[in-house]
Nanobody, 119 residues
């Protein structure tokens, strides 16, 4: 474990911005297979933004136009720029990476970073 190290969470007022970072400590993960999920209290973990194989990104409707995922392949790091934050964005944000082997997907998770948006 400990393959994914997140940073950048915190407390911010509504309308503010934060940038999360996730660095993979092993080159076994390609940034293309990394993404962000979140889990609010009492709710299931949900996809926030990921990269699509072959290019492009995928993001939840609730964050479209406000959040952007990006990556730095040289640093094996992905970022989540979060703008126009809302109280409903409050959650623990998890970095995710996966491996595909023989058609079986194995997911790896970071420790999570708390994002709290005050109204």
């Amino acid at each position: 474990q400990g393959h994914l190290v997140e940073s950048g969470g915190g407390l911010v007022q509504s309308g503010g911005s934060l940038r999360l970072s996730c660095t993979a400590s092993t080159r076994a993960f390609s940034t293309e297979t990394m993404g962000w999920y979140r889990q609010a209290p009492g709710k299931q973990r949900e996809l926030v933004a990921t990269f699509l194989s072959g290019g492009g990104t995928n993001s939840a409707d609730s964050v479209k136009g406000r959040f952007a995922i990006s990556r730095d392949n040289a640093k094996n790091t992905v970022y989540l720029q979060m703008d126009s934050l809302k109280p409903e964005d409050t959650a623990v944000y998890y970095c995710n990476a996966y491996r595909l082997r023989n058609g079986i997907r194995t997911d790896y998770w970071g420790q999570g970073t708390q994002v709290t948006v005050s109204s």
